[in-house]
């Protein structure tokens, strides 16, 4: 039963084109009542005239996403309420972080960040009332991690990820689910930054359906989640942190205590998976601290001398920590702090103890102001600590506009203010650190503080687009999520508590994260409390590729959500923008089902033309570590080669060639019998070509997709090429592409093609340099390697009977041609390394026990090889070539 939106109503903002235009014309397409909110009036209009025209019904909606009581309005007036809100509306600013302007952050925060929250807060009463609303928020790969002149675009993004978990908690009592999205699609806003062939792949409708299914009443439980999204391809993403160091809290937990100890917090060995604030074992973090000896020092201790620190909101609480220390550890400090008198008692407090300080008295928003106090007073400045902040706490239905911008204002426009003012300074002198302060409440939302927990949030995306602009100047940028008795959670939290957790058990990470011993860790999260410190990353789930030949459905998304969501061994962990894009673009030759026409050629026969619209059904392969073995040890891998012949080897793996192994059944199994007098005795391997998609499994479940690609009339014979796509069974990932040619004598003269295309390295001549070969291996095969080799599927009785060798004109059984290519692709593998793909021509026959002689040249980061019979002086393989996936990586001896 299809999924009906009917007595819904949507508003989708920013909805005139683009991702918005898609939503409005999915969900109109399913029943609901649609409010095309978009400043371009006429775009809105067209979007209506659309859905009106199709039978649906629809509302425009120019004002700003920032009057969200006028956009809730228009859907309460035309349709009497709301209940699914889309915040899809954006702009791009984008500038290198030096050139952007006041205003061009401000607009972007306005719209993102403001907009979301001026829709929601006014939709949010409704959604009370009915005990029903879905909200969903465009984030962004950039938001997730940084990228390149989006500072302002970063943290927004960013922010709303913040937000989204914050709504998720407070509407859960009144079935009001909230998620986010990263989407990848086409638009006049990405159009503008990326390549028209990557946009050509990239529609929106990949998008949209997975949106609405989050939205439908029976849909999946996403509420708090966040899924990347694009080309068909969905996965979720979720915080991973690892396990952590734990230190004495006492006077030995210094900087250079945790600079001795680094390579703990970043282990990620047995890591856990946070969702709540609650999610630490804080009371038990602190008395194991308390039971430690004196925490080890770093053999060069961590110190600041001849260094100036700006350290916003450092009038107590943390700041003051923070300025005790750098002043202790020979920094000059600037203490900021909007209060005169308590900025003035830490510069004393500072003073006393040795140290060299100044105040700063004006809001972290002037920080123009801040670093002229460190320049005059100083001469420069090399370290930001930007740890200003305020509550201002409130359920999402109570919290005015006021409370939310107040918040925004001091935390995220403070620290993009300060980090401003820095900028120059440490670009010019090539050397700077940074570090900002997020909160447990940005990574994974409170109940009542939706201002703060998107503000801390966006500080995240901010500061991984500043480790990305500053890392050719040697400025690194990390975030860290603190938890200390300060005066801003004392309105909070319990005295004891407070009284607890010290702001002084902070202090020493930071200080380390923003000394020049810090040479490498740029962009990252750390959480810290009471004597333990930890790092939190993103990991994404396995997720599934849909076919991008045409969109998939809103049932597709339900069938598939275990797949979306599994956390499993296929989980990785984006550390960029153009890593996490990177599993969507693979998505882009996953055409499923695919076009009847796909493979369609004007030059072809009517019957060629006919047999390629056929597309047989998948044929599914599975297999284990066992078959992989029985596959290495059949092109020649021997027992001292562990990583090939041993399970429980750490390198174990797949020699590459296995990729013709799974397509086999596939390929061979297809009919030809549509040939004019097709006599299977009369069928030759001609060639071969085998694409390795991504890292090979050591076991599993595939699915073989099997189509005619090319067919060529060659007067007296026929050469077929057929194509197959090895996917995930589970997930439909491409693993492999084999492009197989065969030639059947005696079966031309059916008309059509005669000359083949060119298909890239699959059809490449691979002609060898006329020069000798840069590396020659040799390798005598068994007597017993055909009768190894065809247990790894190819069962056809010439590599086996004598007899049957005989009646093909062979004075005894051969070995296999894909036999003989497996161990010429052992031989370029050993010598240079891995590669992405080969292809080989077959041109004669090995007997089992003959020696393979493999010359081959390297020519950029192709090698060309050729494999002959050393006992015969007779070439076996030809026109071969194998691209390397590094044509400087190390070869696989």
């Given at each position: 039963m299809s999924a009906s939106f009917k007595g819904h109503t949507v508003v989708v903002t920013g909805a005139g084109g683009g991702l918005g235009k898609a939503y409005s014309l999915l969900f109109a397409s399913r029943g609901a009542n649609v409010v095309v909110n978009d400043f371009n009036g006429e775009a809105a209009q067209k979007v209506v005239d659309e859905i009106v025209k199709a039978g649906g019904k629809a509302a425009v909606n120019t004002s700003s996403a920032t009057d969200g009581a006028a956009v809730i309005k228009s859907a309460v007036d035309a349709f009497g309420t709301v209940t699914i809100l889309i915040n899809n509306a954006g702009i791009l600013r984008d500038k290198g972080f030096k050139n952007m302007s006041d205003k061009e952050w401000d607009q972007i925060t306005d719209v993102h960040l403001k907009g979301s929250f001026a829709c929601t807060k006014a939709a949010w009463p409704l959604f009370r009332k009915q005990k029903f609303g879905r909200v969903i928020n465009a984030s962004s790969a950039a938001g997730l991690y940084g990228n390149f002149g989006q500072a302002n675009y970063s943290a927004a993004k960013m922010g709303l990820i913040g937000f989204t978990k914050t709504l998720a908690r407070e509407g859960a009592k009144y079935n009001i689910k909230s998620s986010a999205i990263a989407p990848m699609a086409a638009s006049a806003m990405t159009e503008t930054i990326m390549p028209a062939e990557m946009l050509a792949n990239l529609s929106p409708e990949f998008v949209a359906p997975f949106v609405a299914a989050l939205c439908h009443p029976d849909g999946p439980d996403a509420s708090g989640k966040v899924f990347e999204v694009g080309a068909g391809f969905v996965a979720e993403i979720r915080w991973e942190r690892s396990n952590g160091a734990i230190f004495k809290t006492d006077a030995s937990f210094t900087p250079s205590a945790v600079k001795a100890k680094w390579s703990e917090v970043v282990n990620f060995?047995?890591?856990?998976?946070?969702?709540?604030?609650?999610?630490?074992?804080?009371?038990?973090?602190?008395?194991?601290?308390?039971?430690?000896?004196?925490?080890?020092?770093?053999?060069?201790?961590?110190?600041?001398?001849?260094?100036?620190?700006?350290?916003?909101?450092?009038?107590?609480?943390?700041?003051?920590?923070?300025a005790l220390m750098y002043g202790k550890l020979g920094a000059n400090v600037v203490v900021n702090d909007v209060n005169e008198k308590n900025a003035n008692t830490v510069v004393n407090e500072v003073i006393k103890t040795g140290g060299k300080a100044a105040a700063a008295i004006c809001s972290a928003e002037e920080g123009e102001a801040i670093v002229k106090v460190a320049v005059e007073k100083f001469g420069g400045v090399h370290i930001l600590i930007a740890n200003a902040g305020i509550l201002r706490d409130k359920s999402f239905q109570a919290m005015t506009e006021q409370e939310w911008d107040l918040v925004v204002a001091v935390h995220l426009r403070g620290t993009y203010k300060c980090a401003k003012a820095v900028w120059p300074i440490f670009q010019k002198q090539k050397y700077g650190r940074i570090v900002t302060t997020c909160s447990q409440v940005g990574i994974c939302g409170n109940f009542g503080q939706a201002n703060y927990s998107t503000a801390k949030a966006a500080i995240t995306g901010l500061t991984r687009t500043l480790a990305i602009e500053g890392k050719k100047y040697g400025i690194l940028a990390n975030v860290i999520a603190p938890s200390a008795g300060t005066a801003m959670t004392s309105t909070v939290w319990p005295q004891e508590m407070v009284d607890a957790f010290k702001p002084d058990f902070i202090a020493p990470v930071v200080g380390y994260l923003s000394s020049k011993d810090n040479e490498d860790t740029t962009g990252s999260l750390f959480e810290i409390l009471g004597g333990w410190a930890a790092q939190t990353r993103w990991q994404r789930s396995g997720g599934y590729g849909f076919p991008s030949s045409k969109p998939y459905t809103i049932e597709d998304v339900f069938a598939k959500w275990d797949n979306i969501t599994k956390f499993d061994d296929r989980a990785t962990h984006p550390t960029s923008t153009q890593e996490a894009i990177q599993q969507v673009i693979e998505n882009f030759g996953n055409k499923g089902d695919s076009d009847p026409k796909a493979f369609a050629d004007p030059e072809d026969s009517k019957l060629v033309a006919e047999v390629k619209e056929n597309i047989p059904d998948p044929v599914p392969y599975s297999y284990t570590e066992r078959d992989v073995i029985l596959y290495n040890l059949g092109i020649g891998a021997t027992e001292k080669e562990l990583q090939w012949t041993y399970e429980g080897d750490d390198e174990f793996a797949a020699l590459p060639t296995f990729g013709v192994i799974p397509q086999f059944i596939a390929s061979s199994g297809s009919p030809l019998d549509w040939l004019p007098d097709f006599n299977p005795a009369k069928l030759l391997h001609g060639e071969q070509y085998l694409s390795i998609k991504g890292p090979i499994p050591t076991s599993g479940e595939l699915v073989n997709e099997t189509r005619l690609l090319e067919v060529l009339d060659k007067g007296k014979a026929a050469a077929v090429t057929s194509i197959v796509e090895t996917r995930d069974k589970h997930t439909g990932k491409l693993i492999f592409e084999n492009q197989s040619t065969v030639f059947i004598r005696g079966s031309g003269g059916f008309g059509g093609k005669r000359v083949g295309s060119d298909r890239g390295a699959a059809s490449a001549a691979n002609a060898p340099p006329k020069r000798s070969p840069d590396v020659v291996t040799e390798e005598k095969t068994s007597p017993t390697q055909a009768a190894l080799y065809r247990l790894s599927g190819d069962s056809n009785p010439l590599h086996i009977l004598p007899e049957f060798a005989a009646i093909g004109g062979f004075d005894q059984p051969i070995l296999h041609g894909l036999c003989s290519m497996g161990i010429a692709g052992k031989h370029v593998l050993k010598a240079f390394g891995p590669y992405k793909d080969i292809k080989v021509r077959f041109a004669g026959v090995v007997y089992p026990g003959e020696t393979i002689v493999t010359e081959m040249w390297k020519e950029g980061n192709k090698i060309i090889f050729t494999a002959k019979v050393k006992e015969r002086n007779s070439i076996a393989l030809a026109a071969a070539g194998a691209t390397l996936v590094d044509s400087d990586a190390k070869a696989k001896l």
């Open positions: 060995t047995n890591p856990y998976y946070p969702t709540a604030v609650t999610d630490v074992d804080s009371q038990g973090k602190l008395e194991a601290a308390k039971k430690l000896p004196p925490n080890p020092q770093a053999s060069s201790k961590v110190r600041f001398d001849g260094q100036t620190v700006i350290i916003t909101g450092a009038g107590a609480g943390l700041g003051r920590a923070y």
